[in-house]
């Protein structure tokens, strides 16, 4: 009987309780303060900030997942010998670089600015918590409504990509202490400084309305000038086959899940550059111009190498894509659509003849590193210049060939000039100093029994390409006798 009883007792309840809402609901509305002007925009502020901070990390990491990329990409073109050292080397590179870009590199960027060519504070990340657990946004050269740890981290994905833009050109000869080295000075002192220049409120080209949205002359070109300089300076891989034919490629499908790995991942670094998600229109433009510029790339290499070669080449259409992303990186929120098409199809003829004059010239760069990145980089940096909408332009100038006169052009230009001609002088001093102190290129050694085993006593494919006991013997020998002389 009781058993019956108890589900009604509990209705009542309920329905007791409902009233008893009902009744003092409205008084307790009315007790809470009303919305004001004020509140609601203090609160719509907090949400965009938010929403931005949510936005650039997953930006952030999209960019950081290209290191993966890059390790695909490489270890895919390379030969087998010297898989093991490229692999180690990009994965090591983020793990030197964020900790250089923290100490010194950050603040070089974006702290408060020494005449417009670098930071003098904000290094190792010194803005604390307030007392009250608050965050300071941004830093002193940045305008961005994002916390400092935010934006320190989507800066870093990109100082991790400009660093390691250079272990392509450079793989199969460099001396892993001499890599080590090289990537620390360029992620905290070169990178930051050109960054500084270009993206720092208060840099010199800032002001002068330079334009570079997302680092095709800020990150690429820096690195495919330092890869190039490296690459000259250490000379031409043991037993490579005569200039003008690459070596062939190890693994077409790495280097393959390596390109698509960048690609997607470069819609975190252009979409991500925005830093902001007020604006929509802008971020569906960037996203759209940088698929265009790519896709026609693409498309442009393989039918210019079919031309050529009667073939179609999977590593040329590879490499013809990254040339039309790094192309429309700095253009991609100032042109419209159909510019970046001709972004992309420039990029993805100028990768294939940039290839073909760096052979000439004898300087190995066995990923076509500065084909890819520099002579791309340069091209869409200039490409602002050309076709730049008035619109969309930071000074509302427009190119000229859309009748704003050489105006745009000629400051791009001139930015141009100066990055190169600091990344390359600076490239000289660092890479020369690795060479006078025996660092730079690896022991000769390595060029009998090849990097993997010399430096690192791996192969990548040990039931295919063995260490012997020989080789064994002769890399701990060598590395005693390294020891004693230093």
């Keep these: 009987m009781n058993n019956r009883i108890q589900p009604w007792y509990r209705l009542m309840a309920l329905g007791i309780g409902s009233m008893v809402f009902a009744v ?4 307790v509305v009315q007790a809470a303060d009303p919305p004001t002007v004020q509140s609601l925009s203090e609160t719509t502020t907090k949400l965009q900030i938010s929403i931005d901070t ?5 930006s952030g990491f999209l960019v950081f997942f290209m290191q993966t990329g890059f390790a695909m990409l ?4 390379l030969r087998q ?16 670089t964020i900790l250089t870009w923290w100490a010194i590199g950050f603040g070089i960027a974006f702290g408060t ?3 417009g060519l670098f930071g003098i504070d904000t290094f190792f990340l010194s803005q604390l918590p307030a007392a009250d657990g608050s965050y300071p946004l941004g830093a002193p050269g940045s305008t961005a409504a994002i916390n400092t740890y935010t934006l320190f981290f989507f800066q870093f994905a990109f100082a991790a990509t400009a660093t390691t833009i250079t272990t392509g050109s450079m793989a199969g000869r460099t001396d892993f202490i001499g890599d080590l080295i090289y990537s620390a000075i360029m992620g905290g002192i070169s990178y930051p400084i050109v960054v500084h220049w270009a993206w720092n409120a208060n840099g010199w080209l800032t002001k002068l309305y330079y334009h570079d949205f997302a680092g095709s002359s800020v990150v690429h070109t820096v690195g495919g000038w330092t890869a190039l300089i490296g690459a000259y300076l250490l000379g031409p891989r043991p037993g490579r086959p005569p200039w003008g034919t690459l070596p062939p490629a190890h693994n077409l499908g790495l280097a393959t899940l390596g390109t698509m790995i960048l690609w997607f991942g470069w819609y975190g670094f252009n979409p991500g550059s925005t830093l902001s998600t ?11 111009n940088t698929t265009l510029a790519a896709s026609t790339a693409a498309l442009a290499t393989i039918v210019f190498q079919y031309i050529r070669t009667g073939k179609w080449d999977l590593v040329y259409c590879l490499n013809g894509s990254l040339a039309g992303l790094v192309g429309i990186t700095a253009p991609c929120a100032f042109v419209a659509p159909w510019a970046a098409v001709l972004i992309g199809l420039t990029g993805g003829i100028l990768v294939v003849l940039g290839i073909d004059f760096i052979e000439s010239v004898h300087i190995d ?7 890819v990145h520099g002579i791309n980089g340069m091209m869409g940096t200039l490409s ?4 730049g909408q008035a619109e969309l332009t930071l000074n509302k100038k427009a190119g000229l060939f859309l009748g704003g006169g050489f105006d745009l052009l000629a400051i791009q230009l001139l930015g141009l000039v100066a990055i190169a001609i600091f990344t390359i002088g600076f490239a000289f001093l660092m890479y020369g100093g690795l060479k006078a102190m025996g660092r730079l290129r690896v022991n000769p050694q390595a060029d009998g029994i090849g990097i993997d085993i010399y430096q690192h006593g791996a192969s990548l494919w040990p039931d295919v390409y063995a260490i012997t006991e020989a080789e064994k013997k002769a890399t701990q020998t060598s590395e005693i006798n390294t020891f004693e002389k230093e």
């Design 278 to 288: 007020a604006n929509p229109g802008l971020m569906g433009l960037v996203t759209i």
């Design 74 to 77: 490489e270890a895919g073109l």
């Design 365 to 371: 760069d066995p990923v076509g590193a500065f084909s």
């Design 384 to 387: 602002i210049g050309l076709f």
């Design 81 to 96: 010998r010297s898989v093991v050292n490229a692999l180690l080397e990009n994965f090591i590179n983020a793990a030197v």
């Design 24 to 27: 003092l609901a409205p008084t």
């Design 113 to 115: 600015s020494f005449g």
């Design 54 to 58: 949510t936005w650039v990390l997953l």
